[in-house]
DNA sequence: ACAATAATAGTAATGATTACTATAAAGAAT
DNA sequence: ATTCTTTATAGTAATCATTACTATTATTGT
């Protein structure tokens, strides 16, 4: 894979951001920075990126894909009404357990898991509070 | 929300099986029974399904989503070589305190988690042995 | 600098899903 | 049972995120 401007510019942006911004909201950080890029080339690089590890694709809600800058794994809580996906620090190996047993009682080779939390972030909460008044 | 001979139907077949369909995969099991039915009525009815409790929508991975007849709350396992998903049994309350937690540190007002595993299935495993001899 | 080839910009195509509309069916009222 | 109101359907067109294609450009090893 060689190390275009393209690439790096797309992998800098991403990693600017907590916000798992989609395909053209990454189109839009990186066109900043380098107007002539094609949306063809973000929607590929993300692609050859996430392959490579040194990003995530997060299936999370909606017709959209989003995408993380941050490859580790994680866990993310989205908010049902405005869509705001939040990065969370709960420790990842307090599934382990659950890994093996799920290999156990299904026969699964497991080799990983993806967890979310749905809710209100915040700020909605404040909204909803002030229509019940 | 009127009951209709194409509504039940749908919903009957998707109940009928543990596959978790695509939408288009539905509109072939009920196409045996409804030979007439369009694939308009058949997404239409998965949204009002799924918006009235009735079965589940999953954004499992892919580009299409599937569709589940049981509206409980369960776990899944996909198979990341053949898409395979299966059902799990593992209680759902093993989370409540991690939702508890996430609620604390986050701020959110959790109201649910989504949780799947990714691995090889059973079959799949045994299709990779043949190939290391 | 040169050659080999991977990557890009621009554009076209794809495919799942949604929207539209005239017709039909469901359920309530009579 | 008949009529009326409203929701739902079939068939089709439109949308839109993503992928594919292709001539040109940029990168990298020599
Ligand atoms: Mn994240
Ligand atoms: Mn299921
Ligand atoms: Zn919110
Ligand atoms: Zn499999």
Same mark, same amino acid.
């Given at each position: 894979m060689r190390t275009t401007r393209q690439r790096q510019v797309i992998l800098e942006e991403l990693r600017k951001v907590t916000s798992h911004p989609t395909a053209d909201e990454v189109y839009e950080m990186v066109r900043k920075r380098l107007p002539h890029i094609s949306l063809g080339t973000v929607y590929r690089? #993300? @692609?050859? #990126?996430? *392959?490579?590890? @040194?990003?995530?694709t997060l299936g999370l *809600?909606?017709?959209q894909k989003r995408f993380?800058?941050?490859p580790a794994n994680h866990y993310h809580a989205r908010c049902l009404k405005c869509g705001r996906v939040i990065d969370l620090d #709960?420790? &990842?190996?307090? #599934?382990n357990g659950l !890994?093996? *047993? &799920? *290999? !156990?009682?299904?026969?699964?080779k497991v080799v990983g898991h993806r967890l979310k939390f749905l809710g209100l972030c915040p700020r909605c909460q404040? @909204? @909803?509070?002030k229509q019940d008044r």
């Amino acid at each position: 894979m060689r190390t275009t401007r393209q690439r790096q510019v797309i992998l800098e942006e991403l990693r600017k951001v907590t916000s798992h911004p989609t395909a053209d909201e990454v189109y839009e950080m990186v066109r900043k920075r380098l107007p002539h890029i094609s949306l063809g080339t973000v929607y590929r690089n #993300l @692609e050859l #990126l996430s *392959a490579a590890g @040194e990003i995530q694709t997060l299936g999370l *809600a909606g017709t959209q894909k989003r995408f993380d800058g941050n490859p580790a794994n994680h866990y993310h809580a989205r908010c049902l009404k405005c869509g705001r996906v939040i990065d969370l620090d #709960l420790p &990842v190996k307090a #599934l382990n357990g659950l !890994e093996d *047993a &799920v *290999a !156990e009682t299904s026969g699964f080779k497991v080799v990983g898991h993806r967890l979310k939390f749905l809710g209100l972030c915040p700020r909605c909460q404040k @909204e @909803e509070q002030k229509q019940d008044r």
